[in-house]
């Protein structure tokens, strides 16, 4: 289609429909708003985390903030993986564990502070045990863990 023809109406019915469709949508239209309507619909459409982080890949790189991959982890319980690295921050990865303990395989190592251990804590404490947080903890050194955590984990 001719870039000329390419209108944000236009660019916001694509990407609604199809999100990889952002691709094809000329960088001057590509507002933080109709990238978070594409990432949605990826995010419908795709059941493959592979499909859903070419997605993020083609995001301007204006987008590349952290209040732009706080509203994609709101969207999806497993997106923490098609986050960059450098942009999973100590709230996202908390957030992201928080609506799926499996994502904590996806924190990276300068993430886990005493303050994610915390947090960490605090989801188990709620009830949202599962297998994937079990398997943290026994994963953590015994210098991490609290003394109750020791008996429990060890």
């Known amino acids: ?16 429909n199809f999100g990889m469709a952002l691709t094809y ?11 978070l309507v594409a990432v949605q ?6 059941r493959d985390q592979r499909e859903f982080g070419k997605m993020i890949e083609s995001l301007p790189e204006s987008l590349n903030t952290p209040g732009f991959y706080q509203a ?3 969207c ?19 957030a992201s564990v928080n609506q799926n303990p499996k ?6 190592l300068l993430v886990k502070s005493k303050d994610f251990y915390g ?24 210098e991490a863990l609290t003394d109750d955590e020791r008996d429990v984990f060890r």
């Open 41 to 46: 619909s990826a995010i419908r459409d795709f």
């Open 72 to 74: 994609i982890v709101q």
């Open 119 to 142: 947090a960490i804590r605090q989801i188990m404490s709620n009830g949202d045990e599962d297998d994937s947080v079990y398997d943290f903890f026994t994963g953590l050194p015994d």
């Open 103 to 108: 994502e904590l395989r996806y924190v990276p």
């Open 76 to 94: 999806k319980n497993w997106s923490l993986s098609c986050i960059p690295e450098g942009q999973r921050t100590l709230e996202l990865c908390i």
């Open 25 to 35: 949508v000329p960088e001057p239209l590509k507002t933080s708003e109709l990238c």
């Open 1 to 16: 289609m001719p870039e000329d023809i390419k209108t944000q109406l236009l660019c916001h019915v694509a990407v609604q």
